[in-house]
Each structure stands twice: as C-alpha cells, then as structure tokens.
C-alpha cells in the first residue's frame, strides 16, 4: 500500500515537474534544452538521494524519520522501518546470550565448546577452567586432549565421538585428587558441547562399595569353605532321614560359593583399568565353547559353531574366555530341551569382530532388556534359582568387554529367542595364525 501511494506520488510530481519546464521551455523558445536541463536536476537529485542513504548505511547509522513524498521517501521510510526492527531483535538477542552465558557460568558443572574436526576450543565456563586447569582467553583455539597428555584415553574419546557414552573416573588436570567425568553432546554440525562434571564423591563411594563387596565376600570364603567341608564329610548312607536336607545344603552351599566368586570376580574387573594383550586364537576358542555347552546340555539341545570370520582377537584370553562362556551358559540354562543355540563369529561391516550367542529359548520382555546387565537384576527369579544362576553374569561380560573397548548387543524377543553379542572394534582384530588357520 505504501508503495503503490509513493509510486502514484512520484509520478504524478514528475509529470508535473516536466510540464513545468516545458512551459518555461517553451516561454524561452528552447523546449529541448529547459527538458535536458529538468531530466539533469532529476538525476542530480536522485544521485543525492541514493548517497545519501548509501552513506547512512555505510556508517552504519540510522535513518532519519522521513516526513516527504515519493519513492525516495518511501524507500527511506521502510530502512528506518527495518533499522528498527532489527535493533529492537539486537537488543533482545543481546540480552538472552547474556542470560544465556550468565547461566552458563553459574552451572555447577564445567561446559565447553570445541571443534568436531580438531577438538580446539571454542568456549568454556568458569567451573570448567576450574575443573580442566584453563586460563581465558590463553586455552582458547587450543585442542581439549592437549591438557590432558598423561591420559591418551580421553584423546581416543573425543577421537571416536561417543555421545552415548560418558568417560569417568578421569583425574583432573588441575588436580589428580579430582576426579571428573567428561560427555559429549552434539551442539552444532561443526562443534561439541563438553560437559565436564566432578564425581569425586561418587568415585569414592563406589570405592567404599567395591571395597565392601570385595572384603565381604573374601570373609565369606572361609566360613562357606568350612560348612561345605562339613556337608561334604557327612554321608547320606550312613543318615538316610537326613539325605533330602544334606543334599539341599550342598546345593545351596555351592551357589553361594559361585555367588560369592562372581562377586570377586566382577570387583577385581572394576578395579582395573587394563588387562594383559594377548593372541586369541578363535578357532580353538569356538572349539572349548562348543565343548562346554555340550557338556552343560548333555544332549538336550541342538548346539551349532559357525566361524565366518576368519580371524583371531587380542585381549585378555582369561577374561574374554569367561564372557563368551557365561554368554553359552546363559543360553543353555535359559533354552527348552530341544531348542537350538547358534555360536556364531563373524566380521562387522566397520572391520571389526561379532562373536554372538543365539538361542531359541523364551526370550525377554523389551521393558527388561535396558537393565539386564545390572548386578542381581533378573527377568524371572524362580527361573533364574532354578537354573543357578546368579544374577552377575551379564554384569561381568559387560565388565570385560568394557575393558577390551567393546560393546554388548542384546536382542530378544519373546517366545522366539535371544541374541547376545560381543562386539569388537578394528584395533581388537588380528589376522589368523597359520596355526589356527
């Protein structure tokens, strides 16, 4: 609407303007020349106009509220209109990142901003350059993995992205007594947002809980060593009304030694931040699964090794041997008689190694599936105290693999079976010895 006025304005004022000095023109018998000149004081006027706005822009200052007619005026009108406005959303702008860093600064936890492709930083909070021992504005631009050169684990951590995985339990570089732990959220197509978080407190008690653990099922050891020798010297022949009740203890008795090995067993992984790196040879590996499934079927299921891979593993032989083992036991105990487990190892598509276990067994619910791997934590009990099952093996393979920077995969469904699988990176995959081959 304002335009079509201006425009209308404009046009009529120039048709106005031109009939007057072709009056004058033809007044002073020189029509051309009064035209010439009037189409001159246009262009100069026009010319004044656009330097006019050009220089306003240039400076970057703000228009004048216009009060004239035409175009030019019109034009004027809305840069003012827009100059405003966007002053106005400036200003606004202003002050929500204002709120926005005030708010940052005062978290409790450190946030900082780095590059995706070099980890430089961008940004960083007050808790954080107390946290990370950074100085402002010298630590900006540097990469995040330089202030932390005694542990080479944090800079394989930014490396590989994880946003699903926390690191923790890593010392501070301000102080060693510190301990922070660092996670990864995708911020922008081109940066990360690091939040930096001090779990001290919780380090130290889950220290006192591993301890606890530890010390509590070490003391256990002795006193269950004793009643099992005693259960063990007592015969049933010579007690026939106590044979029910003595064999009851004896299994009892065993569980809670298992119970309390596994215990042991699960502290001492988490204890530990590096296992020894040895030669796996897979091919012999499949061959002791397959022996210890059948001897714990005894005949009742159909069991089938398939080796697809091709190649060996490095890592511990002791600890990864005790995760695949729990894994087929686990398939055994918890498949019908007649089912069919599947002991598959095979290559993934990133080069790396899948070593999984499928069964034809019930299969769980998928509300149980995100804690299964928690310590005791059992889909069904009575089947579980039925099949003697502790309610730590899972705990333990999640341990392990965790120490050997793989993964376990869980698929399952009900009344069709379960997958449970070992995944391996590239760095975990050697070539097949002659050997073995």
Same mark, same amino acid.
């Not at 100085?135 to 800079?155: C, I, K, M």
């Not at 029910?244 to 004896?250: C, F, P």
């Not at 699964?289 to 005949?299: D, F, H, I, N, P």
């Not at 007649?338 to 070593?355: K, M, N, V």
């Given at each position: 609407?304002?335009?079509?006025?201006?425009?209308?304005?404009?046009?009529?004022?120039?048709?106005?303007?031109?009939?007057?000095?072709?009056?004058?023109?033809?007044?002073?018998?020189?029509?051309?020349?009064?035209?010439?000149?009037?189409?001159?004081?246009?262009?100069?006027?026009?010319?004044?106009? @656009?330097?006019?706005?050009?220089?306003?822009?240039?400076?970057?200052?703000?228009?004048?509220?216009?009060?004239?007619?035409? @175009?030019?005026?019109?034009?004027?009108?809305?840069?003012?209109?827009?100059? =405003?406005?966007?002053?106005?959303?400036?200003?606004?702008?202003?002050?929500?990142?204002?709120?926005?860093?005030?708010?940052?600064?005062?978290?409790?936890?450190?946030?900082?901003?780095?590059?995706?492709?070099?980890?430089?930083?961008?940004?960083?909070?007050?808790?954080?350059?107390?946290?990370?021992?950074?100085?402002?504005?010298?630590? @900006?631009?540097?990469?995040?993995?330089?202030?932390?050169?005694?542990?080479?684990?944090?800079?394989?951590?930014?490396?590989?992205?994880?946003?699903?995985?926390?690191?923790?339990?890593?010392?501070?570089?301000?102080?060693?007594?510190?301990?922070?732990? @660092?996670?990864?959220?995708?911020?922008?197509?081109?940066?990360?947002?690091?939040?930096?978080?001090?779990?001290?407190?919780?380090?130290?008690?889950?220290?006192?809980?591993?301890?606890?653990?530890?010390?509590?099922?070490?003391?256990?050891?002795?006193?269950? =060593?004793?009643?099992?020798?005693?259960?063990?010297?007592?015969?049933?022949?010579?007690?026939?009304?106590?044979?029910?009740?003595?064999?009851?203890?004896?299994?009892?008795?065993?569980?809670?030694?298992?119970?309390?090995?596994?215990?042991?067993?699960?502290?001492?992984?988490?204890?530990?931040?590096?296992?020894?790196?040895?030669?796996?040879?897979?091919?012999?590996?499949?061959?002791?699964?397959?022996?210890?499934?059948?001897?714990?079927?005894?005949?009742?299921?159909?069991?089938?090794?398939?080796?697809?891979?091709?190649?060996?593993?490095?890592?511990?032989?002791?600890?990864?041997?005790?995760?695949?083992?729990?894994?087929?036991?686990?398939?055994?105990?918890?498949?019908?008689?007649?089912?069919?487990?599947?002991?598959?190892?095979?290559?993934?598509?990133?080069?790396?190694?899948?070593?999984?276990?499928?069964?034809?067994?019930?299969?769980?619910?998928?509300?149980?599936?995100?804690?299964?791997?928690?310590?005791?934590?059992?889909?069904?009990?009575?089947?579980?105290?039925?099949?003697?099952?502790?309610?730590?093996g899972l705990s333990i393979v999640k341990h392990v693999l965790s120490?050997?920077?793989?993964?376990?995969?869980?698929?399952?469904?009900?009344?069709?079976?379960?997958?449970?699988?070992?995944?391996?990176?590239?760095?975990?995959?050697?070539?097949?010895?002659?050997?073995?081959?």
């Amino acid at each position: 609407m304002l335009l079509r006025l201006a425009w209308r304005q404009s046009l009529i004022r120039l048709l106005l303007f031109y009939a007057l000095a072709l009056g004058i023109g033809l007044v002073l018998d020189e029509p051309w020349w009064a035209l010439g000149i009037a189409t001159a004081v246009l262009a100069a006027r026009a010319y004044w106009r @656009l330097y006019r706005v050009l220089r306003f822009l240039d400076w970057r200052k703000q228009l004048r509220t216009v009060d004239g007619q035409g @175009l030019w005026a019109a034009l004027e009108t809305l840069i003012h209109r827009r100059q =405003t406005e966007n002053r106005t959303r400036s200003r606004r702008l202003v002050r929500l990142l204002r709120a926005y860093r005030q708010a940052a600064t005062a978290m409790p936890d450190g946030a900082l901003v780095i590059h995706r492709r070099d980890g430089r930083l961008v940004w960083f909070n007050k808790t954080a350059r107390h946290l990370v021992g950074l100085r402002y504005p010298q630590s @900006l631009t540097e990469p995040l993995a330089d202030f932390f050169p005694e542990q080479p684990r944090v800079r394989e951590w930014l490396a590989s992205g994880q946003t699903d995985e926390p690191l923790t339990d890593v010392a501070s570089p301000a102080d060693p007594m510190v301990r922070i732990s @660092l996670r990864l959220i995708p911020y922008s197509p081109t940066q990360w947002l690091v939040v930096v978080r001090d779990v001290t407190k919780l380090m130290r008690l889950e220290q006192v809980r591993r301890d606890f653990v530890a010390n509590v099922s070490h003391e256990l050891r002795t006193p269950l =060593t004793v009643v099992h020798g005693y259960l063990d010297m007592i015969e049933p022949e010579e007690h026939p009304d106590l044979a029910v009740m003595v064999e009851e203890m004896r299994r009892q008795s065993q569980r809670m030694t298992q119970l309390v090995e596994d215990l042991l067993t699960l502290s001492r992984l988490e204890a530990q931040e590096h296992l020894p790196e040895e030669p796996l040879g897979m091919a012999s590996m499949l061959v002791t699964l397959r022996r210890e499934a059948e001897a714990l079927s005894q005949g009742r299921h159909q069991i089938v090794v398939e080796d697809l891979a091709g190649c060996d593993l490095t890592g511990s032989v002791k600890e990864l041997h005790s995760a695949f083992s729990n894994l087929v036991s686990n398939a055994v105990r918890y498949t019908p008689t007649d089912g069919r487990i599947t002991i598959r190892f095979s290559r993934t598509a990133d080069a790396g190694a899948r070593l999984a276990v499928i069964d034809s067994g019930y299969g769980i619910p998928a509300q149980h599936l995100p804690r299964i791997t928690e310590r005791f934590y059992r889909v069904s009990t009575s089947r579980s105290r039925e099949s003697g099952g502790t309610g730590l093996g899972l705990s333990i393979v999640k341990h392990v693999l965790s120490l050997h920077q793989g993964r376990l995969e869980i698929e399952s469904e009900v009344g069709r079976g379960s997958t449970f699988a070992c995944v391996f990176g590239p760095a975990r995959v050697r070539a097949r010895s002659a050997a073995e081959a």
